[in-house]
């Protein structure tokens, strides 16, 4: 009959397409998706001891939040992701923490890209934009990005393609100029002995960078159902990609520390400023050179919001769906996409950019970047205890891949990287300085508590809403639900 001769090419279509999507393609989609050129200068003003803590990270947190990422993501091929995975294992109520922090985190980005436009086109210009025009520039960015991420993804493959391109092409170049002009006219931070890599305590603020140049692996778990062996493909891409991503951040902020020295290096403008310094040392036109540098690296920064964006969206987007999220979340337009959370997107972020004037930080980019790494990590932080107790809980699941090892592994695995993200949220707060004084960012607590806080409203609120729509006889039974 003909509805079976659909239904079998339509069957073979699918087998079609697993077979084609190799181990290739899933380590270019780890790189496409988690490469993000501005955290290169924030890295790069770790110093020296960055390549210890790259190490140290690799170990410590990338190889577990690898390892957990591939077998949840397997596992459980759930629309809202982190988000399901945490309400499968602990409930509604962490659930919703989860899907709160998420979001919120991708908006305080969001406004410190925006920020980090208009400083980085102050440099191109070789002049100061006055305070409001700024704003003014930094809200298009906003509105742009909110326009952007409502449109189908086919419109914006090729864009975001192309802005991968140019994020390999800038930090391959930046690492490659770096090693030229170091070998040939000296380097700007010499290693003068194997001292100047051990950790610097004065610099542990900027770990939780490394981490955040990580964020992004349980992407490529979604694309299981495409493998013909995600057994052992996902492990071997999240292997392989995490090797290529970290090279190039590696290499690229090495680069940075080849042409400037860390005292002079801000956590904004390092890249471009080693663009400078490469093409004065090697006397290019750097007239010309600078403004095309300038701008394709303008380019990547929209180019990282919006390839994000749907998916954070999304997430908030099916909380709210679920009840987990207050209903506003879960408007979407007639394409599917989600509305409620872009719009709110672009209204969090606008007015956190026109309150910059009024906020005493001479570096609000770093502000703003750094409460969107905490309130990520308040996000995977549940990712490691959820992994043990569905373990524990949902022992007969399919697992396509599983961790090996006994009870010693999933410990380790499950509190080593917990640690690390602990300690990278409290030293991100409270840090020692070169100089042996303590330094406590009370804006960065601040925003971090009253995100916090905000997050419990949302608990508190969509909770009770929840229980009210419950007939009187199921609410007992809701209490497991939303613990």
Known sequence: MPAKKIQAKQMHSENMKVKSFKLFDAVLAAVCVILVVES???TAAIGNSQYFWWAFMFITFFIPYGLVTAELGAAYRDKGGLFDWVQRAFGRNWGSRVAWYYWIQFVFWLASLAVLFTE???????????VWTAVIVQLAF???MCVGSMMPISVNKWLINLGTYAKVLLMTALGVFGLYCGIVYGFANPV????DLLPSFAGVSFIAVIIFNFKGFEVVAAFTGDMDNPKKQIPMALLLG??????????????ISAAIPVAELTTYGGLVDSFVAFFTILGLPGHILVPI?????LFTLFINVLSWALGVNYVASHAAEQGAMPKVFAKRNAEGAPLGASVLNGVVAGLMVIAVPFIPNPDIFWGFFALQIITLILAYMFMFPVFKKLRKIDPDAERPFRIPGGKAVINIITYMPVAMLTLSAIFSMVYPLADGVWYFDSMLVIGTVAAVFIGELIVYTTGRSVKA??????????ASYSR
């Open 469 to 478: 729509k419950l007939p009187a006889h199921g609410r007992r039974g809701e």
């Open 242 to 255: 995490g090797i290529l991503i970290s090279f190039f951040y590696i290499f690229a902020a090495f680069g």
């Open 192 to 195: 003068t002995g194997a001292g």
């Open 120 to 130: 980085v086109s102050s440099q191109i210009m070789g002049r100061a934009i006055p």
């Open 142 to 144: 906003i509105v742009c």
């Open 293 to 297: 540098v300038g701008i394709l690296f």
């Open 40 to 42: 290169a200068a924030p």
